[in-house]
């Protein structure tokens, strides 16, 4: 099939996330892929010049759905819940991608700065958006300004992180529980910074 | 100086620790550690044939000694004591080697597999002498045993570490407060998974 120069890059991208989302990142070889897309391994170089090219510009593009699912999902609804569909959009997302997601937080693809750096563009664009919905909510700018709720946000985050690597790492809990030790724990956040929670309700 | 093995290779360790701990891993080279022990480049790879083995050498030792400072303070005191007394240690120790803390944590260091394990390590070490600790207090094995429990710590650990790498990025916060707050967090994640906090008091 010939396609353009967009489709072509569209088409290569979105092969090379549904391969790097089943398997490991060395598992995947450029032959496979190139293979799997009917073209040869000089055209797939000319689109992405290395398999860690590729890699990457996968990583960015699930990084941005990401994003831009957990923090759109519930609009209009309380905050509380809009958070209770945020937590779930995400469980959801990387539960469809435990492994590749796994081995990306735990340095199993062999992190390098490029990789660093995509993944803590996500934290820190998650970490905008909550807290300028929190900003938007009674709690104001006055209580979201202080350093110590950013700190407490990035924690909750990390946890965030590190509660659903250990779940889908063993999968011995349901995900709902998981979800709402979540939801209390950004509870429990605002009220050890002194935040009242009736705001979330 | 001439030195026998063991002798030798600790003063290696140790020269390479103080040297990781306070310049980036890109910037330090085997030919300036070398000069610093004051001896050849080739007697410096007999023990370490590489930078990058001197490197995880000394990440061992350090995250051995995080663990064993974090877990074995307050020994004897109040549960709620002991935890404000580790997490001290864990905050002291994390800010004195900040600048190696944050990029090890952020895949500056170029992280690989070995590297990886060190850290997962560390944190399987400190998760499981945490359940120990709690496992001995009245909140018994039964509770202690249960997969959300383990779920909720690894995230509170996961919080702990990333509210730690934002404090010492901004540094606009004092260190008690950050402590305060990951102690509040720790009692809320027990309340979030049906424990009763007095056990802590």
Same mark, same amino acid.
């Given at each position: 099939?010939?396609?353009?120069?967009?489709?072509?890059?569209?088409?290569?991208?979105?092969?090379g996330r549904a391969t790097f989302s089943e398997r490991s990142y060395d598992e995947v070889s450029i032959e496979e892929l190139a293979r799997a897309a009917g073209i040869s391994k000089g055209l797939l170089y000319h689109y992405f010049?290395?398999?860690?090219?590729?890699? &990457?510009a996968g990583l960015r593009a699930t990084a941005d759905e990401l994003v831009e699912r957990t923090t759109t999902v519930g609009q209009g609804q309380a905050p509380i819940d809009r958070v209770r569909a945020g937590l779930d959009a995400f469980l959801d997302h990387v539960s469809a991608h435990a492994p590749a997601f796994i081995a990306l937080m735990r340095g199993g693809v062999g992190s390098d700065?490029?990789?660093?750096? &995509? &993944?803590?563009?996500?934290?820190?664009?998650?970490?905008?958006?909550?807290?300028?919905?929190?900003?938007?909510?009674?709690?104001?700018? +006055?209580?979201?300004?202080?350093?110590?709720?950013?700190?407490a946000l990035s924690g909750w985050l990390g946890a965030v992180e590190?509660? +659903?690597?250990?779940?889908?790492?063993?999968?011995?809990?349901?995900r709902e529980? &998981?979800?709402?030790?979540?939801?209390?724990?950004?509870?429990?956040?605002?009220?050890?910074?002194?935040?009242?929670? +009736?705001?979330?309700r």
């Open positions: 099939m010939r396609l353009d120069g967009d489709d072509r890059r569209a088409q290569l991208l979105a092969l010049p290395t398999k860690r090219d590729l890699y &990457v700065p490029e990789i660093a750096a &995509v &993944v803590q563009g996500a934290r820190d664009r998650l970490l905008e958006r909550i807290l300028s919905n929190a900003g938007a909510t009674p709690l104001g700018a +006055s209580v979201t300004a202080r350093p110590i709720f950013r700190i590190a509660a +659903s690597i250990d779940w889908l790492t063993r999968r011995d809990c349901p529980h &998981v979800r709402e030790l979540l939801v209390q724990l950004l509870l429990a956040t605002l009220v050890a910074i002194g935040a009242p929670t +009736s705001v979330l």
